[in-house]
């Protein structure tokens, strides 16, 4: 079945994750792809790895991770014909995507103001690693270095003299989510403008988008938060916990969960140190310390039975294969199968998000480099005339 962007064509001019990751998830909704890489290699990810797949290892994982539902032609942006041709596909699609360093696309004849002479419907995602104005607008911007940068390593990790890197690379990819919902904000507006705009968004951007409560606990309260290791910052009992055969997770985010958690592990919840989240979080070494004592009696299959019967939320903590594996994830559509052109049939990680009525949707495996030249061209041959 057609998604709810069946009649959007995005022109992908992106590479490497932020921006791929966006077009992807537009693509998941229906939308045309049109990926454009260059000849020479096309998207840098393509050569990201290990893991590399295929009879000649040489299919990155990393690469099938971000272009799913997409087409990919081989253009040359510096060549008159390359440029020619994408004059040609601007004229056609409602959404350009970039993520070149600032001014980049400019030199490559095609500012802002040239892209809506070209098409004056055209909304235009720009990404890029610290903003394209401001005292450091023109710095590159990878992942790692963004969360660094945008204080999130700060607060992740065992304790405040050691940051860590969130495991996933959630700077880029928060950085699409926010381009893709940002485009399709400006796909709304344009329906009562008849005019496209840019949206812009960054790796910094993104991160600063997600400090929530960290973010106002410095702004508002005055403090400067740090790593606290697998527990809340502002809640407890919520975070990892040791029993007789690894590790748990409980989250008693009220005082109902937390009586529920001390009646089973036979701590008095009324205590002056645990009456309330207040007093519970001011003494939570303590806590923790009474906690895993009462938890180390059992493995955790019988403690996530009892919690769960008590309603509390609690839960496993869970491997890659594990998750895919689980029933759960896969009866919520979190894992899709393609037929690659190579690899054959695949299952890849699928999109976040389901909407009543679409559950038939087909996806394509992410492309070679340039196998949909001849079509794509064919197609836009059809459509200007």
């Given at each position: 079945?057609?998604?709810?962007?069946?009649?959007?064509?995005?022109?992908?001019?992106?590479?490497?994750?932020?921006?791929?990751?966006?077009?992807?998830?537009?693509?998941?909704?229906?939308?045309?792809?049109?990926?454009?890489?260059?000849?020479?290699?096309?998207?840098?990810?393509?050569?990201?790895?290990?893991?590399?797949?295929?009879?000649?290892?040489?299919?990155?994982?990393?690469?099938?991770?971000?272009?799913?539902?997409?087409?990919?032609?081989?253009?040359?942006?510096?060549?008159?014909?390359?440029?020619?041709?994408?004059?040609?596909?601007?004229?056609?699609?409602?959404?350009?995507?970039?993520?070149?360093?600032?001014?980049?696309?400019?030199?490559?004849?095609?500012?802002?103001?040239?892209?809506?002479?070209?098409?004056?419907?055209?909304?235009?995602?720009?990404?890029?690693?610290?903003?394209?104005?401001?005292?450091?607008?023109?710095?590159?911007?990878?992942?790692?270095?963004?969360?660094?940068?945008?204080?999130?390593?700060?607060?992740?990790?065992?304790?405040?003299?050691?940051p860590y890197r969130v495991g996933a690379?959630?700077?880029?990819?928060?950085?699409?989510?926010?381009?893709?919902?940002?485009?399709?904000?400006?796909?709304?507006?344009?329906?009562?403008?008849?005019?496209?705009?840019?949206?812009?968004?960054?790796?910094?951007?993104?991160?600063?988008?997600?400090?929530?409560?960290?973010?106002?606990?410095?702004?508002?309260?005055?403090?400067?938060?740090?790593?606290?290791?697998?527990?809340?910052?502002?809640?407890?009992?919520?975070?990892?916990?040791?029993?007789?055969?690894?590790?748990?997770?409980?989250?008693?985010?009220?005082?109902?969960?937390?009586?529920?958690?001390?009646?089973?592990?036979?701590?008095?919840?009324?205590?002056?140190?645990?009456?309330?989240?207040?007093?519970?979080?001011?003494?939570?070494?303590?806590?923790?310390?009474?906690?895993?004592?009462?938890?180390?009696?059992?493995?955790?299959?019988?403690?996530?039975?009892?919690?769960?019967?008590?309603?509390?939320?609690?839960?496993?903590?869970?491997?890659?294969?594990?998750?895919?594996?689980?029933?759960?994830?896969?009866?919520?559509?979190?894992?899709?199968?393609?037929?690659?052109?190579?690899?054959?049939?695949?299952?890849?990680?699928?999109?976040?998000?389901?909407?009543?009525?679409?559950?038939?949707?087909?996806?394509?495996?992410?492309?070679?480099?340039?196998?949909?030249?001849?079509?794509?061209?064919?197609?836009?041959g059809e459509r200007e005339t």
């Open positions: 079945m057609p998604g709810p962007l069946k009649d959007i064509v995005v022109l992908d001019l992106s590479r490497a994750l932020a921006g791929p990751h966006a077009a992807q998830m537009l693509g998941d909704l229906g939308a045309r792809v049109i990926k454009v890489e260059h000849p020479a290699g096309g998207d840098e990810s393509r050569g990201w790895g290990p893991p590399f797949v295929g009879p000649d290892h040489d299919i990155s994982t990393y690469f099938l991770a971000a272009n799913r539902n997409k087409q990919s032609i081989a253009v040359d942006l510096k060549s008159p014909d390359g440029k020619a041709l994408i004059e040609r596909l601007i004229r056609q699609s409602d959404v350009l995507i970039e993520n070149f360093r600032t001014g980049v696309l400019d030199r490559l004849g095609f500012p802002v103001e040239r892209l809506h002479e070209l098409n004056p419907r055209l909304v235009v995602l720009s990404i890029t690693g610290f903003g394209h104005d401001g005292p450091e607008g023109g710095r590159p911007g990878y992942d790692q270095i963004a969360q660094g940068e945008a204080g999130l390593m700060s607060l992740t990790g065992p304790s405040a003299d050691e690379s959630i700077a880029d990819l928060l950085a699409g989510i926010h381009g893709a919902y940002g485009v399709t904000t400006a796909l709304y507006e344009r329906e009562h403008t008849g005019k496209g705009r840019v949206v812009r968004t960054s790796l910094l951007a993104a991160v600063t988008g997600v400090h929530s409560y960290h973010g106002t606990a410095w702004t508002v309260g005055g403090q400067v938060p740090v790593a606290g290791g697998n527990h809340h910052a502002s809640i407890a009992p919520y975070g990892a916990f040791r029993c007789a055969d690894g590790m748990l997770q409980i989250a008693a985010a009220n005082d109902v969960q937390w009586r529920k958690v001390a009646t089973l592990l036979g701590i008095d919840p009324g205590q002056p140190r645990y009456a309330t989240n207040r007093d519970r979080f001011a003494h939570r070494d303590e806590l923790i310390t009474d906690m895993e004592k009462a938890l180390m009696a059992h493995d955790r299959a019988h403690w996530l039975a009892r919690l769960a019967e008590a309603g509390v939320p609690a839960g496993a903590i869970r491997s890659l294969d594990e998750v895919y594996s689980w029933e759960q994830t896969r009866s919520q559509g979190l894992l899709v199968e393609v037929d690659h052109p190579v690899l054959g049939r695949v299952e890849l990680p699928g999109p976040p998000l389901r909407f009543d009525g679409l559950t038939a949707m087909e996806h394509t495996a992410p492309p070679a480099l340039g196998q949909d030249g001849d079509a794509v061209l064919r197609w836009l």
